[in-house]
């Protein structure tokens, strides 16, 4: 491959592996929210399932209460039926404590029904406590992993900076002026692999001669299309008898 050409291909390399590490620096701070916000959900979901505990717990006390008040309402008139001394007051009376036993047994379903659904509820208490560790524990590693891969990013952005001003240093002023006009013109691809008598980012199919030129690697040639500058990459042949490794 000429020289230059090859600069022209580490060139590019340097510049799409910067500018994707630059682009994860940046979403870094984005993606820490994201975590707090699911750490943060995961809570909610306590709370959540805290306060409607916390509202059976509220309503079972005034059931019971209720429970209380209907029982000595129910025995003050068992009571007071040992005292009437008409039919007309016994039946009456009767009559009292049968609103009285209904009313007693409804609260008591009632209470029931509170008593079944604090279990439910207790429950559902545990699984958002677990869920709610569990995430945080994810989010801590997530974080760590984030912040190492952030940190060994901006190292290596640190390094291949030299070995970019280094390479750039080496193009002659007319190559290295097509690259970078190329490159802001298509948002920094620049350079492009030539494969099958295709340009591989544009997908234009390349006259037969000039994909022959382009595979000779010894001159520099832009797409017709988009104008980025070609190189070919051989691939090693399979062995002979044997299948091509994955």
Do not use: W
């Not at 309503?59 to 309402?73: F, H, N, V």
């Not at 002026?177 to 620049?190: D, H, I, N, P, T």
């Not at 692999?193 to 997908?203: K, P, Q, V």
């Not at 980025?228 to 051989?234: D, M, Q, T, V």
Request: proline share 3%; hydrophobic share 40%; with cysteine.
């Amino acid at each position: 491959m000429h020289p230059d050409l090859d600069r022209l291909v580490r060139l590019q390399q340097i510049e799409t592996f910067s500018d994707s590490a630059r682009r994860k620096i940046a979403d870094l701070p984005d993606r820490l929210r994201a975590l707090d916000a699911r750490y943060a959900a995961a809570r909610g979901a306590v709370d959540a399932a805290s306060a409607a505990r916390a509202d059976n717990q509220s309503a079972r006390r005034s059931l019971e209460k209720d429970l209380a008040t209907l029982q000595g309402r129910l025995a003050k008139f068992r009571d007071q039926l040992m005292e009437v001394k008409t039919n007309r007051e016994y039946q009456a009376m009767q009559k009292e404590i049968e609103v009285a036993q209904t009313e007693v047994r409804k609260t008591e379903d009632q209470l029931l029904e509170r008593m079944i659904e604090a279990d439910e509820l207790g429950q559902n208490v545990k699984r958002a406590e677990l869920a709610a560790v569990a995430e945080q524990t994810a989010a801590s590693e997530e974080r760590r992993r984030l912040e190492e891969e952030v940190s060994g990013l901006q190292a290596e952005l640190d390094r291949v900076a030299a070995t970019r001003t280094n390479t750039m240093a080496e193009l002659p002023a007319h190559v290295l002026a097509v690259f970078e006009q190329v490159s802001k013109l298509r948002r920094g691809m620049a350079v492009a692999e030539a494969r099958d008598g295709l340009c591989t980012l544009c997908n234009v199919r390349l006259r037969p001669q000039i994909f022959n030129d382009i595979r000779k690697n010894d001159s520099f040639i832009q797409c017709e299309s988009c104008q980025r500058i070609l190189y070919f990459a051989a691939r090693p042949e399979p062995a002979a008898g044997g299948s091509e490794s994955p």
